[in-house]
């Protein structure tokens, strides 16, 4: 059998900068959509929400025949009081996945941004 993992971090980006420093925290709950092409053509679909960390993951084994070939990741909810507009400048990220069973593949975290930003930015 062959097992694979997409993880990533869906952050708050509370100054709205495009870049995570000392003031953005992870989002907990925030919800994250994954697309995976198997080698047989198959297209998977999974869901995962991030922990207290702003950690999501998705893992799946399967036969190797069947294993992922490429895989998209992308923000569909922030959950959060605040921070709830998509940041990044891609809405999505897209990555091969040709990694040998037991590895994981880490995508580069998702920002929201909150509705109005503190004085201090």
């Excluded at 998977?44 to 490429?70: C, I």
């Excluded at 400048?89 to 590895?103: C, E, N, Q, T």
């Excluded at 975290?109 to 004085?119: C, D, E, I, V, W």
Aim: glycine share 8%; charged share 25%.
């Amino acid at each position: 059998a062959w097992t694979g993992e997409i993880r990533g971090r869906v952050i708050c980006d509370v100054c709205g900068d495009s870049s995570i420093g000392p003031e953005d925290h992870a989002l907990k709950g925030a919800e994250v959509a994954v697309l995976c092409i198997t080698k047989s053509g198959e297209v998977l679909n999974y869901q995962a929400f991030t922990n207290s960390k702003g950690v999501y993951r998705v893992a799946e084994t399967m036969p190797e025949s069947d294993r992922w070939v490429s895989c998209i990741a992308r923000p569909i909810s922030s959950f959060h009081d605040r921070c709830t507009r998509r940041g990044n400048v891609h809405r999505a990220y897209k990555l091969a996945y040709d990694l040998p069973s037991g590895f994981s593949r880490t995508v580069k975290p998702f920002l929201y941004k909150p509705t109005s930003f503190p004085t201090y930015c």
